[in-house]
C-alpha cells in the first residue's frame, strides 16, 4: 500500500536551515507530482511546494519563495525539503502528500519548531 514517511524535523533557531525528507513506497514513486504541506497550530493545512514528477517544476508559496527548496529523488523514492532562513512563522507539521486515482495520501508528519 501507499507510504509516505517524513523525517529531518526538529528545534532551529530563526535563521537556521533543515532538510525534511520523505520516503515513499507502495507506488511508481516517478509517476507523480508530490506536494510539501504544512499545518500551524490552530490552522488549516496549507500547500507549501510542489514539485513534478521528474523533478523539472517546482511551485511555491509565497511565504516561502526564496527560502524553501522542493526536490526530489526517483532514484531513492525520496522528496525533499530544503528549508533556510527559517521564521517562528514556520513553525508547523510538515507532511508530504500525493494525489492518486481520487484519493489523498499523507504521511504521519514531523514537527518543526523555529523558535530561539
Known amino acids: 500500500q501507499v507510504q509516505l514517511v517524513e523525517s529531518g524535523g526538529g528545534l532551529v533557531q530563526p535563521g537556521g536551515s533543515l532538510r525534511l525528507s520523505c520516503a515513499a513506497s507502495g507506488f511508481t514513486f516517478s509517476s507523480y507530482r508530490m506536494y510539501w504541506y504544512w499545518q500551524a497550530p490552530g490552522k488549516e493545512r496549507e500547500l507549501v511546494a510542489s514539485?513534478?514528477?521528474?523533478?523539472?517544476?517546482?511551485d511555491y508559496a509565497d511565504s516561502v519563495k526564496g527560502r524553501f527548496t522542493i526536490s526530489r529523488d526517483n532514484a531513492k523514492n525520496t522528496l525533499y525539503l530544503r528549508m533556510d532562513s527559517l521564521k517562528p512563522e514556520d513553525t508547523a507539521v510538515y507532511y508530504c502528500?500525493?494525489?492518486?486515482?481520487?484519493?489523498?495520501?499523507w504521511g504521519q508528519g514531523t514537527q518543526v519548531t523555529v523558535s530561539s
Open positions: 514539485i513534478s514528477s521528474g523533478g523539472g517544476r517546482t
Open positions: 502528500n500525493v494525489p492518486m486515482g481520487g484519493y489523498e495520501f
